[in-house]
């Protein structure tokens, strides 16, 4: 009885101690432990499957009983949203399609050039203290940690873990989440000067934007109007105009200090039962005063794991703090992360990752 | 060979084939089925209940290996859960440790002081190892919830510990 009290406490000791060397390593990301994680998933996936497969019915029923009235609810304002929404996403999508023109004419990365994967979920985390989702696409699909991850819409999280056929996605509500983001500001005054073109024969196809020269110089067939430049690097000089075959078109040319301004920051998550929230903004005067209800994107860059201009969110709240701190901006996330089915993720590295052949 | 073999059919083992199964269904149906948005914790009830019945030592080593185990699926620092969980088996035992005889009131008490402090000390290792941001209110209600499955999942779950760990005798 001695004996085995003695040996189980030897086995206490050396456990513990393996955990200590264990939670050591792993926190400086070793190769090791993460073989041992493979290993460990590949003995218990099969178990883990079988277990699946038995469970189904179980949390089928669950299901059933727990989201009918809420599922009811939400099918029948569901289909009065996409009569709405019919319309609205026709000229989106013209709009998107035009946008994303716009972007390759210019040489500027966009989204449909990235090549994605589409999975699905198949698990929640086990965890109440991890926020994390297993989706059904691995390495064998080319994701690595770090990609993207989109549902219909926006950025739903980030790729942490990868195996072959599957991966572990940490959502943009865990504490662990941060990613640069900008906020889009809008101009502070919303007026915008319309250039005439009545005679598209006769008319110059170039618009010099003159400083010097005052608006009401405008003539029939070409108008110059006032700018003042306020954005740094940004000299205007020339706006050329598409020619347009029919009669009278217009086209607005925002003064630089009616461009929407956009700042960067780190969105944060803060847990499951709290908003994420953006910190390091910028308090800078022409940033001006962020409104509530401003959208979010992704900021991109060499060095960041997302593409610009991926939709989180709006800012839901502005907590202004003393000091130069900057202030503290609350996310209202665009996707629902208490209802995700099927994910988009992005087979996106930034050029600083990217191995030369 | 007798030493394998011996190794094979012990407690010990039948206690890592059996853990295999309970977290397989912690990973599936209790992963998905949340009361009120909160997961279940039956692996931390499993070593809480193996606890309340063979006290701190067994306790703690099943806490040790269930929660190493659980950390191999999960995507917090490994080592990190079975620390946790071997400090929840040996609260449980710990709790009991000055009753000859425990009633079945008594193990029930024991088995929801040890499932709420397990749930709590999991976000205060995260915190102490960098992992901030989870002790926040939202805790008194995981903590609730995951006591009150507890207790109902207990008493059959006392039973299946009682099986996994128990000596047998050799019939030869």
């Known amino acids: 009885m001695a004996a085995a009290s003695t040996t189980r406490r030897r086995a206490i000791i050396l456990l513990a101690l ?3 060397i264990l939670i050591t390593l792993d926190l400086q990301n070793s190769s090791a432990v993460s073989g041992l994680r493979s290993l460990f998933a590949t003995v218990f996936r099969p178990i883990e499957s079988v277990a699946r497969v038995i469970t189904r019915p179980l949390e089928n029923t669950w299901h059933g009983i727990t989201n009918y009235n809420s599922i009811l609810d939400e099918n029948s304002r569901l289909r009065e949203r996409v009569a709405q929404q019919k319309g609205a996403t026709i ?14 004419l210019n040489g500027l990365p966009t989204l449909a050039g990235i090549n994605a994967v589409t999975a699905q979920v198949i698990g929640d985390s086990p965890s109440n203290f991890s926020q994390t989702i297993e989706i059904n696409q691995g390495s064998v699909s080319g994701i690595r940690v770090g990609m993207p991850v989109l549902n219909a819409a926006g950025l739903v999280g980030k790729i942490t873990k990868v195996y072959a ?22 101009p502070r005054n919303s007026t915008s000067t319309t250039v005439s073109l009545s005679n598209p024969a006769t008319a110059s196809p170039v618009v010099p934007v003159d400083s010097s020269v005052a608006p009401n110089a405008a003539s029939p067939t070409t108008t110059t109007s006032t700018t003042t430049t306020t954005i740094a690097g940004f000299t205007p000089s020339v706006t050329t105009l598409p020619a347009t075959p029919t009669g009278v078109s217009s086209i607005n040319i925002p003064a630089a200090d009616q461009l929407a301004v956009r700042e960067t920051g780190v969105i944060e998550g803060r847990g499951p039962s709290r908003q994420p929230t953006i910190r390091f903004v910028d308090n800078s005067l022409r940033f001006g005063d962020i409104q509530v209800g401003v959208p979010i994107v992704t900021a991109g860059g060499s060095r960041s794991l997302a593409p610009p201009d991926i939709l989180i969110g709006t800012v839901a709240r502005v907590v202004e703090r003393l000091g130069s701190a900057g202030p503290v901006l609350e996310v209202e996330l665009v996707a629902d992360l208490s209802n995700l089915s099927f994910l988009r993720v992005l087979l996106y590295r930034p050029i600083t990752e990217k191995t030369t052949p | 060979m007798n030493r394998l073999i011996l190794v094979m059919a012990s ?20 992963a998905q089925l949340r009361p ?37 699926v999960l995507t917090t620092p490994v080592g990190l859960g079975s620390l946790v969980l071997g400090l929840a088996g040996a609260t449980a035992g710990l709790l009991l440790y000055f009753f000859h005889n425990p009633t079945w009131w008594m193990r029930l008490v024991a088995i929801t002081i040890a499932s709420a402090l397990g749930e709590i000390y999991f976000p205060l290792a995260q915190a102490m190892v960098g992992l901030e941001g989870w002790l926040q209110l939202r805790l008194i209600k995981v903590t609730a919830v995951v006591v009150v499955v507890n207790l109902v999942l207990a008493p059959l779950v006392l039973v299946i510990t009682r099986w996994t760990l128990s000596e047998r005798r050799s019939t030869t």
């Open chain 2, 36 to 72: 009120f948005g909160v997961a279940a914790q039956v692996v931390l009830l499993f070593v809480v209940c193996v606890g309340a019945n063979y006290g701190v030592s067994v306790g703690a080593l099943a806490g040790l290996i269930a929660g190493l185990m659980y950390d191999f």
């Open chain 2, 11 to 30: 407690r010990w083992m039948r206690l890592v084939l059996v853990l295999f199964i309970v977290l397989s269904l912690q990973t599936t149906v209790f």
């Open chain 1, 91 to 104: 000229a989106a999508a013209a709009s998107v399609r035009l946008s994303q023109e716009l972007l390759a």
């Open chain 1, 18 to 20: 393996t955990s200590i």
């Open chain 1, 165 to 186: 056929d599957r991966s572990v996605v940490m959502l943009i509500t865990d504490p662990d989440f941060a990613l640069s983001v900008k906020v889009v500001n809008p």
